[in-house]
């Protein structure tokens, strides 16, 4: 079980876009720049003209770390934690899982695409290597 | 600028650092805060400031348990500033606040003070409880939902690009935990004194690669306290004053998850921008090792090496050890003398640069020091000189 968040109205469509199949981030309509986490102004050129967008879900791995705490009594380790730079969103960053493969088959710089894992009405996006 | 409109750090105190102490969080702050007044000569009633950081949490009452308005309220000060709040460039931030008001007259003498019990309240939940909700949100959810619960894992991301770009071995990171454990040896109020080998720091459990268990400080039960003179309060004071040289401080993106970079290496860049000293006139570092590889990236920061030679700095040890060129975090940091949250880190600067470390006392006649509280998406810095 993973803890869930709290949907609002701005980040409604990053939780759940996987409904759909896609990876939606806030993307400015003026100045073509990304907003991640989603606000309702541009942080490149503070147009209110943002919309969500959805974008391929391919990334790449910034940095990663392999966690082997169980921060609590019911977290199976060990996992990977990853950066994940998306590849048509330039600057933005996701933080998630790398799944799908052994935790010491990752590694900065590996191309990675996103799949969703669904709890209650929140569709995570987590991601695995491309072949 | 005439010493009138400087910031000194006067009186210093510390209560009992431990585990699980019975005594009541806001006793163990008044246990600072009297020693801090005896050390300064000061009485209650020449203080007319109080600042801390993060403020009383409730949600998570063990993380920060005494407000300011309680502290004040309950030491009867007659306040005419006041501040405390974790929207701020990390827990020295506190000190740069009351730096900033007594340079511009709205006080005098200013009790700054960090009050943590966060294994108290882990061990009495009924009068400590956590508020959960059901569901996350602002920065916690874009962390949370992936498991990367503690910021051991945040921090752990950026070390780990050190291993992979710059080749950072886990015998280079351990000399963080080793300095500071052999460090606390000699420290009477560290938490944790007992020595560290290589050997065990090599075989000991991961918590999140490259971080290992002795990586991590550990929750304490403590209050440290700085007073934060004004220049022409000066003469009120017993105690040698420790005058704030400069002092700098940064945030970019809040969010771990989204900070592209440490905000240690903005921080420190500033730092060198606002003085004449130079990182060679340095004595002593204090450097936040909440996490180890915080002090590392410190040091690159800091400028006294270059960006991605931290391990090699840090290689052997010598160099940060007591007795070498630059002695790091000489009361045994976070990660031995405990999770004092920043605090510990200028309290030991003032020690040192009054010669009051006792076994650990470093060579010489040190004039000049640096603390550090933070190093993540958030980061404070400051600068601290004795003139006489």
Redesign the interface.
Known sequence: MRALPRLDSLNRDFWTGGEHGELRIMHCNDCDGYIHPPRPVCRHCLSENVSAKAVSGRGVIDTYTINHQAWHPKMEVPFVIARVALSDAPGVIITSNIIGCSVDDVDIGDEVSVVFEQQDDVFIPLFEKVK | MTMRNEAFITGIGQSEIGRKLARHPLLLTVDAVKEALAEAGLSIEQIDGVSTYPGRVPQMLGFSPVGSDELIDALGIKAKWYAGGGEISSQLGAIVAAASAVRTGQARHVICYRTVYEAGAMANPAEYPMMR?????G????????????A??WV??????HV??YGLTREQLAQIALTDRANALLNPRALVREPLSMDEYLSA???????CLYDCDRHSDASTVLIVSAGDAIDEVRCTPVRIAAMAGSVDRH?W??A?WMASYATGRDLWQRTDYTPADVDTVQLYDGFSFLALTWLEGLGFCEVGEGGKFIEGGSRIALDGELPLNTFGGQIAAGRLHGFGFAHEAVVQLRGLGGERQINGDPKVAIATSGGGPLATALLLARDA
């Open positions: 909700r059901d569901r996350v949100d920065n916690s959810q874009w962390t949370a939902p992936f498991n990367a619960l503690s051991a894992t752990a991301q950026y070390a780990m690009r992979k770009k459990r991961m918590v999140s690669d490259p971080l969010s998850d989204q592209e």
